[in-house]
């Protein structure tokens, strides 16, 4: 069992920057990926990146790859994720998901979510 709670949304302006934590806690940590995903109104959830707890290995989607970085913070034992350059079309709930194994960009693989957090974006 993994338990995760995401935090850090907010409104910004276009151009600015926001910085998203997802808590992670639960046995056997050291097995799972952590990702992040977004929803927007109307949307299908959209991958964004993923970081393996243990080794730090990342993957990030093409279309967010250089505006995104996800990251684990050992003090807070949270993998956070930098987002720059923000567009009002990144506006969604932004969610963290785990599973075990090996990385992942597929949705249904990933079997434990947080609550997610609203990002919004105004142009």
């Known amino acids: 069992q993994v338990y995760l709670g995401e935090s850090g949304g907010g409104l910004v302006q276009a151009g600015g920057s926001l910085r998203l934590s997802c808590a992670a806690s639960?046995?056997?940590?050291?097995?799972?990926?952590i990702a992040w995903f977004r929803q927007a109104p109307g949307e299908e959830r959209e991958f964004l990146a993923a970081?393996?707890?243990?080794?730090?290995?990342?993957t990030y989607s093409d279309s967010m790859k250089g505006r995104v970085t996800i990251a684990r913070d050992n003090v807070k034992n949270t993998v956070d994720l930098q987002m720059n350059s923000l567009k009002p079309e990144d506006t969604a709930v932004y969610y963290c998901?785990?599973?075990?194994?090996?990385?992942?960009?597929?949705?249904?693989?990933?079997?434990?979510w947080g609550q997610g957090t609203q990002v919004t974006v105004s142009s």
């Open positions: 998901a785990a599973k075990w194994g090996i990385l992942s960009q597929r949705r249904s693989e990933y079997g434990y």
């Open positions: 639960g046995r056997y940590l050291d097995s799972y990926g």
């Open positions: 970081m393996k707890w243990l080794d730090l290995r990342t």
